[in-house]
Nanobody, 125 residues
Framework: QVQLVESGGQLVQAGGSLRLSCAAS?????????MGWFRQAPGKEREFLSA????????YYADSVKGRFTISRGNAKNTVYLQMNSLKPEDTAIYYC?????????????????WGQGTQVTVSS
């Protein structure tokens, strides 16, 4: 089992930027893994944002964040980032990092077996 810990969430003004980090520990994240970012706002379902194939670095984005958010692997082992630019008040949510075996169905949270505790992002207008 992979343990995930997110960090970097905070209050930011609209138009600003944040970088979220996700540190994985426990079972080593191997080339077969997909790492994903999701978010959940109050009263809404968990929403897919982006995913990354750990072996080849292939990425996949939801249309709602394409061009504004960037997922990447860190130089540090077992770290993944989500760079968020041009933030909007509707981006306010708890952001979660997740890990899954296999880079498929990455838009579906049910594919991911390991989840972090989440980090709060609040965008003020």
């Amino acid at each position: 089992q992979v343990q995930l810990v997110e960090s970097g969430g905070q209050l930011v003004q609209a138009g600003g930027s944040l970088r979220l980090s996700c540190a994985a520990s426990g079972r080593t994240v191997s080339r077969d893994y997909a790492m994903g970012w999701f978010r959940q706002a109050p009263g809404k379902e968990r929403e897919f944002l982006s995913a990354l194939n750990w072996s080849g670095g292939n990425t996949y984005y939801a249309d709602s964040v394409k061009g504004r958010f960037t997922i990447s692997r860190g130089n540090a082992k077992n770290t993944v980032y989500l760079q968020m630019n041009s933030l909007k008040p509707e981006d306010t949510a708890i952001y979660y990092c997740a890990a899954a075996l296999g880079f498929y169905n990455t838009h579906d949270p049910r594919h991911f077996r390991s989840w972090g505790q989440g980090t709060q992002v609040t965008v003020s207008s």
